[in-house]
């Protein structure tokens, strides 16, 4: 028997799950990538914004889900400029969707379905990487694999921002209630959370420095960093 391995988070986080046409016909995907549809989308586009995001660049959002972000992304960007990637199918199928919806298909995006974070089929160099709420529900080896293969299409000046829940210590063992948001992040599940000295070994092993933002006004205690190229 052959089996295809498609979506791998099975076991790792609720992303293994593939949401079929009526859960997206009822917007179950606005819910099932963490709700808060337009406040979130705003806002990340708005972070980018303050932090040197031009139309004219080229955005890469990686773990972009059904487009909450990406929908404010490509309205801002120039034709062809904005790319997502994500793992589960169902969530680009209803990331079209909604494309379509907001009359944005002209906006050109570039999606791509892929479970090892294959950037390189992108065929491109991004002036801007962006996860809201991946490195969340991602253990450190899969955060290191997506460090790795983002190190390699950024531009040379480029950077990568990233969100992640905090932990004031490394191995951080018991779980922490984030407040605001109430999440009960935990060290080994998802969701997981992370000191920054642990993100930062991360970002350094892919070549990566590591700056801490922190609080950019997530609803849920999210923080954020920033990779820049180390080299
Ligand atoms: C909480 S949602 C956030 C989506 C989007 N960034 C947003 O802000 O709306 C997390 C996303 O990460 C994706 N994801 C989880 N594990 C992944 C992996 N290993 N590779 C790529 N995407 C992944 C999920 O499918 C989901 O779309």
Redesign the pocket.
């Given at each position: 028997m052959t089996t295809k391995k498609v979506?791998?988070?099975l076991g790792?986080?609720s992303?293994g799950r593939e949401l079929n046409q009526d859960d997206i016909a009822k917007n179950v995907h606005r819910g099932?990538?963490?709700g808060l549809w337009g406040k979130?989308?705003k806002l990340?586009l708005e972070f980018l914004k303050e932090h040197g995001l031009q139309p004219d660049h080229k955005l890469l959002?990686?773990?972009?889900?059904?487009?909450?972000?990406?929908l404010h992304f490509m309205r801002y960007l120039e034709t062809g400029n904005y790319y997502g990637?994500?793992?589960?199918r169902s969530?680009i199928e209803a990331g079209v969707i909604e494309v379509k919806k907001e009359g944005l298909e002209g906006r050109l995006p570039t999606l791509l379905v892929?479970?090892?974070?294959r950037l390189e089929k992108f065929g491109e160099k991004f002036d801007y990487m962006?996860?809201?709420?991946?490195f969340?529900?991602?253990p450190m080896n899969?955060i290191n694999?997506?460090l790795s293969k983002a190190r390699r299409q950024l531009k040379q000046e480029g950077v990568y921002f990233a969100t992640f829940f905090e932990a004031p210590y490394p191995v951080h063992l018991d779980n922490i209630t984030q407040v605001p948001g109430e999440i009960v992040s935990e060290y080994d599940a998802d969701p997981f959370h992370y000191s920054f000295e642990e993100l930062s070994w991360m970002g350094a092993v892919s070549g990566f420095n590591t700056k801490l933002i922190g609080d950019w006004k997530h609803p849920r205690n999210q923080k954020m960093a920033a990779f820049t190229l180390s080299t």
């Open positions: 979506n791998s988070m790792i986080n992303y099932f990538i963490g979130l989308g990340q959002d990686i773990g972009c889900g059904c487009l909450r972000g990406g990637i994500d793992i589960n969530l892929d479970n090892h974070f962006v996860s809201v709420s991946l969340t529900h991602l899969i694999r997506c």
